[in-house]
C-alpha cells in the first residue's frame, strides 16, 4: 500500500516493467531494421503518457476497484448463517451477474474490438449487439463461477463442460462469426473486468465456510473468459435462424411461425 501512496515509487515501479518493452522495440527498430525512429520526439512524450497512465490505473486499482469489489463480496455474504444452502447465497449471484454485465459493457477493449468488427463486416455485425452478446455471456459465466465457488464444485468439471458446448457451436454456427466470438472471450477480461471479478472471487472464497481463497477464489476469470464464445456464437446463430426464417416466409405464410413473426 505505501508503494501506491508514493508517486515517485509507483512511477518507477512501473517504469521498471515498461522499459524492457520500449527497450524490445528500439532493438528491432534500429538493429534489425536499421532504421531510425520516425519522429522521436513524439515517441518518447507518448511513452511518457503511458508510463504515468499505466502509474495512476495501477494506483487506482489497489486503491479503489480491488477494495470495493472485495468488501461488496464479504458484507453480502457476512449475513448469510454458516452451513446454508446454495440457494441462500441468492444476491451474490444477482450482484455478480450485474457486475458481469456492467464493467463487460463499459471495458474498453470490447468497445474497440466491436466498433472495428461492425467496420470490417460492413454493418453486418451490430457493435452493440455484439458488446451486449458479450456481456451476458459474462455475467452468466461469473455467476455460474460464483455459484462453483459456493457449493465447492471443482473447475475442470465447468470449464470442460463449457468447451464442449463451444466446439458443437461452432460446428453450427456461421463461419464468419467463428474467429470474433474466440477473440471476445479475450478482449473482455481486460482492465475494468479483472479487477472488480478477482476481487469478488478472493473476497467471496474467504468468506464462505470451507473454502480457500487460492483454490476457489481464482477461476472466476476463466469463466468470464469462456461464456462470451458461447454467447456470441448462440447469438450469431440466433440471429441466422431469424434471417432463413424470414427468407422462408418471404415465399410460404403459411408456416405457423411466419404467421407468429408477422
Known amino acids: 500500500m505505501e508503494l501506491f501512496l508514493n508517486p515517485i515509487k ?9 522499459l524492457p518493452v520500449l527497450g524490445l ?29 499505466m502509474a495512476c490505473f495501477l494506483g487506482g486499482l489497489d486503491l479503489a476497484l480491488f477494495p470495493v469489489g472485495r468488501a461488496m463480496a464479504l458484507q453480502l455474504a457476512a449475513g448469510i448463517p454458516a452451513g446454508s444452502g446454495w ?7 444477482l450482484f455478480a451477474f450485474l457486475i458481469g454485465f456492467a464493467t463487460t459493457i463499459a471495458e474498453p477493449s470490447l468497445i474497440a474490438v466491436a466498433t472495428k468488427a461492425e467496420e470490417a463486416s460492413y454493418r453486418a455485425v451490430s457493435a452493440t449487439g455484439l458488446r451486449i452478446a458479450v456481456a451476458l455471456g459474462v455475467a452468466v ?10 457449493t465447492g464444485t471443482p473447475l475442470y468439471l465447468y470449464i470442460l463442460g463449457g468447451y464442449v458446448v463451444v466446439a458443437l457451436q461452432t460446428w453450427f454456427a ?23 471479478v478477482a476481487a469478488l472471487g478472493l473476497g467471496l472464497a474467504s468468506t464462505v465456510p470451507g473454502r480457500s481463497p487460492v483454490l476457489d477464489g481464482f477461476g472466476l476469470i476463466a ?12 447469438y450469431a446463430q ?25
Open 87 to 93: 440457494s441462500a447465497y441468492g444476491w451474490i449471484y
Open 223 to 234: 469463466f468470464a473468459s469462456l461464456f462470451p464464445i458461447i454467447s456470441v456464437l448462440g
Open 25 to 53: 522495440l528500439l532493438l528491432f527498430q534500429m538493429g534489425v531494421l536499421r532504421r531510425p525512429l520516425p519522429r522521436p520526439g513524439r515517441i518518447v512524450f507518448g511513452f511518457a503518457l503511458v508510463l504515468v497512465g
Open 238 to 262: 440466433i440471429v441466422q435462424w431469424v434471417v432463413k426464417r424470414r427468407n422462408r416466409c418471404a415465399t410460404d405464410r403459411r408456416d405457423p411461425v411466419c404467421r407468429f413473426m408477422e
Open 141 to 150: 459465466g461469473i455467476t455460474l463461477g460464483t455459484f462453483r465457488i459456493v
Open 174 to 196: 456461421p463461419r464468419m462469426i467463428i474467429p470474433l466470438a474466440y477473440d471476445s472471450g479475450g478482449v473482455t477480461t481486460s482492465t475494468v473486468t479483472v479487477p472488480l
Open 10 to 18: 509507483l512511477l518507477v515501479a512501473t517504469a521498471k516493467d515498461v
